[in-house]
């Protein structure tokens, strides 16, 4: 049923930026806590970005803070990353994920991640 659909990566030069969409379909998008991931060859999935359901409070790892902004609009189903200042380390597969809340079973759905690379 629910699915995510992530989109936006691409090969990007160090200090351009980059905004990654998520689009949210077959469950309550607006109920769900949106996240960013991201994963690079050989090492662990890292957590940069989360938004709660209403878009009231955002938080991001240490390092991304400062470049990435994470949001969202409820009305289109869909969230959203947009970072700035790309640094070579960010490149990586982002993965939008949404987690509903503990009334509504504490689910989980998935985006099929989207590369992004940071080269020049």
């Known amino acids: 049923q629910g699915r995510l659909v992530d989109s936006g990566g691409g090969l990007v030069q160090p200090g351009g930026s980059l905004r990654l969409s998520c689009e949210a379909d077959?469950?309550?998008?607006?109920?769900?806590?949106l996240d960013w991931y991201r994963q690079a060859p050989g090492k662990e999935r890292e957590l940069v970005a989360q938004?709660?359901?209403?878009?009231?409070?955002?938080e991001y790892a240490d390092s991304v803070k400062g470049r990435f902004t994470i949001s969202r609009d409820n009305t289109k189903n869909a969230g959203y990353l947009q970072i700035d200042s790309l640094l070579p380390n960010d490149t990586a597969e982002y993965f939008c994920?949404?987690?509903?809340?503990?009334?509504?079973?504490?689910?989980?759905?998935w985006g099929q991640g989207t590369l992004v690379t940071v080269s020049s």
């Open positions: 994920h949404a987690r509903s809340p503990s009334w509504l079973g504490a689910l989980d759905v």
């Open positions: 077959g469950f309550s998008f607006s109920e769900y806590r």
């Open positions: 938004i709660t359901s209403t878009g009231q409070s955002t």
